[in-house]
C-alpha cells in the first residue's frame, strides 16, 4: 500500500523539532518519519486496521489515531486516513506538545448521545 505523506503532516514534523528545540532536546523528525512510514508499511490491513477513529476541526471525518512509541519516551500520535490504494499521514504530535490550534474528539461521544434506556432499535424505530 502506498504511503503519502501531506503537507500538514511534514509541516507537525517541523513544528515537533522546534517545541523539542525550545526544551533543549536534539531534533528527531526524520527518524520518526522512517519510524512511522516503515510502520505503515508493515502493516496487513486485510486483517486488522490499526488505531481508533476521531474527529479532528477542520480535518477529513474519516481519521484514525495510532500510538507510535520511539525507545522508552512517551508515544507520539499519529494521524492518518486509510482509503483503498493509500494511506494518508495527516498529523504527528507528542503528548505534551501544544496544539491549541486543533480539538481531537474521539467518535464514541457522537455515537453514545441519546438516553440510556433507549435502545438502537427504539431509536431507529422513531426515525
Keep these: 500500500m502506498k504511503i503519502l505523506w501531506r503537507k500538514s503532516a511534514i ?3 517541523l513544528e515537533l ?3 523539542r528545540g525550545s526544551i533543549e532536546l536534539p531534533p528527531i523528525a526524520p527518524y520518526l518519519k ?20 476521531i474527529l ?9 489515531m495510532v500510538l507510535v512509541f520511539i525507545g522508552k519516551s512517551d508515544p507520539y500520535k499519529v494521524f492518518y ?11 504527528i504530535r507528542h503528548p505534551h506538545q501544544n496544539s491549541t490550534s ?3 474528539l474521539p467518535i464514541f ?14 431509536l431507529s424505530l422513531r426515525l
Excluded at 56 to 62: E, H, T
Design 34 to 53: 522512517d519510524t512511522i512510514h516503515q510502520y505503515f508499511a508493515n502493516q496487513d490491513f486485510t486483517i486488522h486496521i490499526p488505531g481508533r477513529h
Design 102 to 104: 486543533m480539538m481531537i
Design 11 to 13: 509541516t507537525s514534523l
Design 81 to 91: 486516513r486509510i482509503t483503498t490504494s493509500q494511506i494518508e499521514i495527516f498529523l
Design 56 to 64: 479532528i476541526q477542520k480535518m477529513p471525518v474519516d481519521l484514525r
Design 109 to 122: 461521544f457522537y455515537y453514545f448521545q441519546f438516553p440510556p434506556h433507549q435502545t438502537l432499535r427504539e
Design 17 to 19: 523539532d522546534r517545541w
